[in-house]
């Protein structure tokens, strides 16, 4: 199955600023995907992303808030803009799963907002 | 729309004892795809089992097995004989266009 390695693995950011967060995929693929985390929460899809298209978010999700880049099949990024103390959670990467194997995620990004 | 329930929010069992973890699901789809992660406190989130619709077979890995019946929609996980390492939150996710629905998670602590 894929690796991914998602970086950075925590950062502690000031309220009002942003924060990007890379996900790295050893093979490619045509769709990833870009979770959250909340504390002592269950995961939420924020949106998926697919290489030439615009993202497509879930509902609660907007671009500007979560802006999403996939310049190409291995690679993503999703921005934390303007963020608040209501941010701060665990955001991870995904990509779909190899014939009967699970979805892969990245490591994760453990976001505090002070 | 799709659902996942993990009614069991937070177990804890000591050593050796077994641990069944109840999942139940919704879905309007005849196609679809669940699955058990672990996420330990460290925060990974690692596979353990992918079961397809069509497949009720049974799986048993180790000290892990897993019981989907289709009848019920539940798809639920036990561990035999817990060992301290197994201490972690576990989650059901339901699958069928590539979203992943997760369900709340069972917190798993096994105590020594």
């Known amino acids: 199955s894929a690796v991914i390695s998602q970086k950075p693995s925590r950062d502690i950011c000031q309220r009002g600023t942003s924060l990007t967060i890379q996900c790295q995929v050893d093979s490619q693929v045509t769709m990833m995907f870009w979770y959250r985390q909340q504390p002592g929460q269950s995961l939420t899809l924020i949106a998926t992303?697919?290489?030439?298209?615009?993202?497509?978010?879930e509902s609660g999700f907007v671009i500007d808030k979560f802006p999403i880049s996939r310049p190409n099949l291995t690679f993503s990024t999703l921005t934390v803009s303007n963020m608040s103390p209501e941010d701060s959670s665990i955001y991870l990467c995904?990509?779909?799963?190899?014939?009967?194997?699970?979805?892969?995620f990245g490591s994760g990004t453990r976001l505090t907002v002070v | 729309a799709q659902k996942v329930t993990q009614a069991q929010t937070e177990i804890s069992v000591v050593e050796k004892e077994d641990v069944t973890l109840d999942c139940v699901y919704e879905t309007r789809d005849t196609t679809y795809y669940l699955f058990w992660y672990k996420q330990p406190p460290s925060g990974e989130l690692v596979f353990l089992i992918r079961r397809n619709s069509f497949d009720e077979q049974n799986e048993i890995s180790g000290r892990y097995s897993w019981n989907f019946q289709k009848s019920t929609s539940s798809f639920n996980f036990t561990i035999t004989a817990s060992q301290v390492v197994d201490s972690a939150v576990y989650f059901c996710?339901?699958?069928?266009?590539?979203?992943?629905?997760f369900g709340a998670g069972t917190t798993v602590t096994v105590r020594a």
């Open positions: 995904s990509v779909p799963p190899d014939l009967g194997y699970g979805y892969t």
């Open positions: 996710a339901l699958s069928n266009d590539y979203k992943l629905s």
């Open positions: 992303a697919n290489q030439g298209s615009e993202a497509t978010y």
